[in-house]
């Protein structure tokens, strides 16, 4: 009998499995064409072949940013919520459930961070690990978790260092760079928890470093391991008193105002200009061209993507202007007009120190600035805390 050509490596990586399986080992379906192997056929032979484990891990969170490690009832190691994948689920599916039997817990499992590729172990198969963000929790439902029936012994919720000093050599790694993937905004590729070259999250930036320097990285790889920038633009009007006009949006933290603006849609190829238009006309009704750019705010916290703002100058809004605002529903709760003496406790530090600075370029004609986190980028820095 000639080897299936499944077998054995395939120079038409194209193919489709169907188009690899001989019809003379499986016969065909009486009213089939000539050669066709049936679908039961197919199932069989798909069914029959080695094929990894597949499970699905849970990075459960609670509201201050701890992890959920569980003590297995039967083995010393800690662990991390999950199981296996067990007859037609999907991973999503699996990790529901074994969230619910383990913890009692029913939530929706959020978005996939990482997956890991693990190489055979003792059961002498490879796994596959889909690794899902579950939660933030609330305290009350933090609090409310239970060992239902016994698969763990103990849930302890702790910070991220502690959770690595724990978990396991398998383990820890893959937490590590699923929470990278979270505050990232991206996905983690990862073989024995070890971040690929070209995966978009996790990959030490010394590594990467190294890869691109010694050529190692082609395009796309290149491309998915770059840092990122989250874009936005924002308009800074005021009224004829010279005061701030500001929103209040209905999602974040109650009571904290910003300027009308957005993100940038740039992967639709929209501009900074253009989206500070659109938003001011979706956001407040008014359909009107940004003035000149006042400033380029630049903000990074360490393990998240830098953060760009272009702030353009909206202009002075009349009484009538002011009337025809019409804000966009769901989207915002309230409207006002401050003086910047009263930006303090209503806009963060970063932002205030941003409207402040751009409003001395409007006044002065200067600019557009260059500014890190609202101060002039030659401006020395400040230490932690002042605002």
């Known amino acids: 009998m000639p080897d299936r050509p499944s ?11 169907s188009d690899r399986l001989p019809a003379p080992q499986y016969g065909r379906q009486p009213d089939g064409p000539s050669g066709a192997p049936s679908p039961d056929e197919v199932r069989l032979y798909y069914a029959a072949r080695p094929s990894p484990l597949v499970a699905a891990t849970a990075i459960v ?5 701890r992890v959920l490690v569980l003590a297995p009832a039967h083995r010393a190691e800690a662990e991390l919520p999950g199981g296996t994948v067990e007859d037609t689920e999907t991973p999503e599916e699996a990790l529901t459930r074994q969230l619910e039997t383990e913890l009692g817990l029913s939530v929706p499992v959020g978005r996939l961070l990482a997956v890991d590729a693990r190489r055979p172990g003792s059961l002498g198969r490879s796994l596959i690990a889909h690794v899902h963000l579950v939660g ?8 409310a978790l239970s060992l239902p029936h016994g698969e763990s012994s103990a849930a302890r919720w702790l910070t991220p260092e502690e959770a690595y000093a724990v978990l396991p050599a398998r383990l820890a790694p893959r937490l590590r760079a699923a929470l990278a993937a ?14 690929q070259p070209g995966s978009p ?18 395009a796309a790889s290149h491309r998915a391991s770059r840092p990122k920038a989250i874009t936005a633009a924002s308009v800074l009007f005021t009224d004829s008193a010279g005061r701030i006009l500001l929103v209040e949006p209905a999602y974040g933290k109650s009571g904290r105002w910003n300027l009308p603006g957005g993100g940038i849609d740039s992967d639709l190829g929209e501009t900074p200009r253009a989206a500070a238009r659109r938003e001011v006309r979706e956001e407040l009704g008014l359909d009107l061209a940004p003035g000149r750019l006042l400033g380029v705010n630049w ?10 703002r272009f702030l353009y100058d909206g202009g002075v809004l009349d ?10 529903p769901f989207e915002l709760l309230r409207w006002r007009t401050v003086p910047a003496g009263e930006l303090r406790g209503l806009v963060k530090p970063s932002l205030r120190r941003q409207i402040e600075a751009c409003l001395r370029a409007r006044g002065a004609g200067t600019g557009p600035l260059e500014l890190h986190a609202g101060r ?12």
């Open 299 to 308: 903000a990074h916290k360490p393990g998240y993507p830098a953060r760009i």
């Open 201 to 218: 999250a996790g990959l030490d930036p010394e590594r990467r470093t190294a890869l691109e320097h010694e050529g190692s990285f082609d």
């Open 376 to 387: 002039p980028a030659d401006a020395p820095r400040k230490k932690k805390g002042k605002r």
């Open 61 to 65: 969170l609670d509201s201050a940013g």
């Open 7 to 17: 077998d054995r490596p395939s120079d038409r990586p194209s193919e489709r499995p």
């Open 319 to 328: 009484a009538a202007a002011l009337a025809r605002i019409r804000l966009a």
């Open 136 to 143: 933030p929790l609330s305290p009350k439902r933090a609090g």
């Open 182 to 195: 979270l505050y990232a905004g991206s996905l983690a590729h990862l073989v024995d928890g070890v971040p």
